[in-house]
Nanobody
């Protein structure tokens, strides 16, 4: 089994920054993809960014140039640095781990961008 624990959400003004963290524990394979999805109020879950164990990254277009995903393989932690936040970034942000077998999800952390 795998557990994912997120932290770092909160309330921030437009133009501000937040850094999300997600620590994975349990049976984690060396080849995997970790990342972040978000679910804005009343809408479906959407991909934000992913990063492979080889360091390859993928971002949704609306966050390119503002968000940066990174990971520290030694402790199976993935980070999402979010800058220049906009009200439309408001959502529950969920961490995901993809590897051989089922996908694993964190419990989610709320990010609210509002003045």
């Amino acid at each position: 089994q795998v557990q994912l624990v997120e932290s770092g959400g909160g309330l921030v003004q437009p133009g501000g920054s937040l850094r999300l963290s997600c620590a994975a524990s349990g049976r984690i394979f060396s080849i995997n993809v970790m990342g972040w999805y978000r679910q804005p109020p009343g809408t479906q879950r959407e991909l934000v960014a992913t990063i492979g164990s080889d360091g390859s990254t993928n971002y949704r277009d609306s966050v390119k140039g503002r968000f940066t995903i990174s990971r520290y393989n030694a402790n199976n932690t993935v980070y999402l640095q979010m800058n220049s936040l906009k009200p439309e970034d408001t959502a529950v942000y969920l961490c995901i781990l993809k590897q051989s077998g089922p996908d694993y999800w964190g419990q989610g952390t709320q990010v609210t961008v509002s003045s």
